[in-house]
Every structure is written in structure tokens, then in C-alpha cells.
């Protein structure tokens, strides 16, 4: 196999757990929860690939993972806590365009 695997197994069934578990405790949360459990699995798994990445997934990773913990504090500003995760999505489209661009230039 030519791709490169960035993340081993047992921290695939980690990050699994809790994904799992995130979703079961959301029944109990109040529901603006639900984000900030997804970003912790995202600083989670950034944590487990980044060294293992290729250059520019790792430079993503460090731009945009690195702004989690900031978002957290503003969870209670639901306009900033909103601009900051659709600032973070513009940066994984970027991210995947030039992913898509690579591949393209491979085949």
C-alpha cells in the first residue's frame, strides 16, 4: 500500500471511545456541548498524527489545532464562538483543496 498510515490502532479505537462516550453523554449535556466534544476528539487526534503527517497537513495541523483551546474560553460569546469554528472550517477546505491538488498532481 502507498499511503502512509498516520495513526496507529489502538489510537483509533481511543479516539472511538470517545467519540462513543461523547455521544452518549450529549443525551445529558446542554446541547452547545455537542462542539466542544468534537473539537476535544479534533485536539485529540491532532495530537496522536501530527508528527506523523506529511509537511503540509502538519502545518495545517499546527495553524488551526493550536486555536482550540482559545475557542473553548469563548463558548460563552456564541458570535465569536461561531466566527471562530466557520474560521477553522474555511482552513480545512483550504487544507482539503490542496490536499486534492496534490493527489491530482500524482496521478
Given at each position: 500500500?502507498?499511503?502512509?498510515?498516520?495513526?496507529?490502532?489502538?489510537?483509533?479505537?481511543?479516539?472511538?471511545?470517545?467519540?462513543?462516550?461523547?455521544?452518549?453523554?450529549?443525551?445529558?449535556?446542554?446541547?452547545?456541548?455537542?462542539?466542544?466534544?468534537l473539537l476535544?476528539?479534533?485536539?485529540?487526534?491532532?495530537?496522536?498524527?501530527?508528527?506523523?503527517?506529511?509537511?503540509?497537513?502538519?502545518a495545517?495541523?499546527q495553524?488551526n489545532?493550536?486555536?482550540v483551546p482559545?475557542?473553548?474560553?469563548?463558548?460563552?460569546?456564541?458570535?465569536?464562538?461561531?466566527?471562530?469554528l466557520?474560521?477553522r472550517?474555511?482552513?480545512?477546505?483550504?487544507?482539503?483543496?490542496?490536499h486534492?491538488?496534490?493527489?491530482e498532481?500524482?496521478?
Open positions: 500500500m502507498s499511503e502512509n498510515w498516520v495513526l496507529k490502532e489502538d489510537e483509533a479505537v481511543e479516539l472511538l471511545a470517545l467519540l462513543i462516550t461523547s455521544a452518549r453523554i450529549q443525551l445529558d449535556e446542554p446541547a452547545h456541548y455537542g462542539p466542544l466534544r476535544t476528539a479534533t485536539e485529540r487526534l491532532s495530537g496522536m498524527i501530527r508528527e506523523r503527517s506529511s509537511d503540509k497537513s502538519r495545517f495541523l495553524e489545532i493550536e486555536r482559545e475557542m473553548r474560553m469563548a463558548m460563552s460569546d456564541v458570535e465569536s464562538y461561531t466566527a471562530a466557520d474560521e472550517c474555511r482552513a480545512v477546505a483550504a487544507c482539503l483543496l490542496r486534492s491538488a496534490q493527489a498532481g500524482e496521478s
